[in-house]
């Protein structure tokens, strides 16, 4: 392959963060000429892709490409197609609003080159509170289930060839990043690794997909990703071992129904519409929901209060 990185950048009209995505990423390919740079224009409306198409006319390691018009707006399409196009052995996610620490690139794309490893968590800085970073397998899946994991696929660099041979791509949805990281840790039999230097800088932006007002095509991509992986395991698992899992999926599912219940009452919403939504999400839920559990956590509580 021609290069060693190649950083996939989706974006969708984001005028207002170009100019400070631009300048790391032309200091990075000046330095770096061994990483490419693949912006994917997500069919914005605005005139960010004209915008970014005239800074990188003349420079050889960044390209700019649209995704297709007739599938479904999402981060998830534009990846896809980052994926495709990308000419490198390793891959970064980057969204259009972070940024990268360019003096601590050296020492990653150093360590790709001796260790080879599926897949490398950088160290993130962010304003939000992230949740941890669990290193689980398909040999000990309780621990995704059981713990909260930081299921976003920006701030990891991911080995192409390992992406391609077990077919892992992206959901043209919101919240394709839980299935896509899923399945990264079901595939992988090599040694998970992690930086020990800030690299990736996340700013949280309030009018993001999954940061904007909650709808039922919210919640409804949400429990979709959940529906996937549990069918996913179905298929994929022995009767013997999906039953010892069983237990594990099941206090997932009663933890995502609370989570979303929780989400709906502190929305700014007024009262028919918080009663539409937690009616909908019950009814999805409630068919994964086992009735033979003790209520043991809050959100048991809560669940069992919903579905009786």
Known sequence: MKYNVSIIIPFFNSRRFIKK??????????????????????NS?????????????????????????????????????????SK??????????????????KKIINFLKTYKPNITYLKKKSKSISAPYIEYSKYNLEKFFNNTNN?????????????????????????????FIFKTHFYNKKKICFSS????????????????????FHLDSKFNAWRHINSFLKNKLIKNKYAKLLPHIQYRWRGELANEYVKINRQNLNKKKKIYLIDR???KYK?????????????DKIVNQLIK
């Open 21 to 42: 995505n631009f300048d790391n990423i032309y200091s990075i390919q000046e330095k770096f000429k061994e990483i490419e740079i693949i912006y994917i224009d997500n």
């Open 197 to 216: 230097d800030i690299i990736y800088h996340k700013y949280f932006n309030k009018s993001s997909i999954t940061n904007s007002k909650i709808s039922m």
């Open 45 to 85: 409306s605005d005139n960010s892709y004209e915008i970014l198409k005239k800074k990188i006319s003349l420079i050889k390691n960044i390209r700019i490409y649209k995704a297709n018009k007739k599938k479904m707006r999402s981060p998830g399409v534009a990846r896809n197609l980052g994926l495709i196009k």
């Open 281 to 283: 999400i019950v009814k």
């Open 151 to 179: 299921m976003e696929a920006i701030a990891i660099i991911f080995n192409k060839e390992f992406l391609t041979r077990n077919k892992i791509t992206f959901f043209s949805k919101i919240y394709e990043d839980i299935f």
């Open 88 to 105: 490198s052995k390793y891959i970064l996610f980057l969204d259009i609003d972070d940024y990268l620490e360019i003096k601590n690139l």
């Open 287 to 299: 068919r994964f929901i086992l009735k033979n559990y003790r209520c043991v956590t809050v959100k």
